[in-house]
């Protein structure tokens, strides 16, 4: 089954930039989506497709994929940015979505 | 905008059936894949699987032995069965919603239902 490896944590000061890193084999050559979970909530998606935003999720956020890295940047962090980001492929070989483990980010 | 709702027993015994239902409203079922994913409280998420409206069903495959998704067209509702449970199977269970077509990510989720296998 593929594999996506997220680093546990990460920690950035307010009005600073977050980036949660998504890691998988040739993971450029698969669409990656990213949500946001906050404590005691469903999971929010924030980025599509790489790069795509929904209308309801601030221009702060951004994506990125190429090589063996999907990258979520978040610009300009705020306090309510705290949560779990989970990254989320579709396995082509097996047809069923993949998560990664999760980052939790800690505004300081 | 789409909302979606969980309903379940809450408490199932081990080697029983899971049995959930997820009422959608504000939408209709048609033109949109209908997934389950679950989640252990602190762990991470993992997808069960997704049905269509035409029926069309695909599972994880660590888990295609025991798990069936159905859906209701006449009542907007789809459900997941999962058999055999163990304490392993202790979970939120999210239904979600892929609007995009089935690769484009989870539009929507439900609040999710925590599941609790236990004697």
């Known amino acids: 089954s593929y594999v996506l490896a997220q680093s546990p944590s990460e920690s950035v000061a307010p009005g600073e930039t977050a980036r949660i890193v998504c890691g998988g084999n040739?993971?450029?050559?698969?669409?990656v989506h990213w949500y946001q979970q906050k404590p005691g909530q469903a999971p929010v998606l924030v980025i599509y497709h790489d790069r795509n935003r929904p209308s309801r999720i601030p221009e702060r956020f951004s994506g990125s994929n190429s090589g063996n890295t999907a990258t979520l940047t978040i610009s300009r962090v705020e306090a309510g940015d705290e949560a779990d980001y989970f990254c989320?492929?579709?396995?082509?070989?097996?047809?069923?979505?993949?998560f990664g483990g999760g980052t939790k980010l800690t505004v300081l | 905008q789409v909302q979606l709702q969980e309903s379940g027993p809450g408490l199932v015994k081990p080697s029983e059936t899971l049995s959930l239902t997820c009422t959608v409203s504000g939408g209709s079922l048609r033109g949109s894949y209908w997934s389950w994913i679950r989640q252990p409280p602190g762990k991470t998420l993992e997808y069960i699987g997704y049905i269509s409206f035409s029926g069309t069903t695909k599972y994880n495959p660590s888990l295609s032995s025991r798990a069936t998704i159905s859906i209701d067209t006449s009542r907007n509702q789809v459900s997941l069965s999962l058999t055999s449970v163990t304490v392993a199977d202790t979970a939120f269970y999210y239904c979600?919603?892929?609007?995009?077509?089935?690769?484009?990510?989870?539009?929507?989720w439900g609040q999710g239902d925590l599941v609790t296998v236990s004697s």
């Open positions: 989320q492929v579709w396995d082509s070989i097996r047809d069923h979505a993949v």
């Open positions: 979600a919603a892929s609007i995009g077509g089935v690769h484009g990510g989870f539009d929507y």
């Open positions: 040739n993971i450029g050559g698969k669409s």
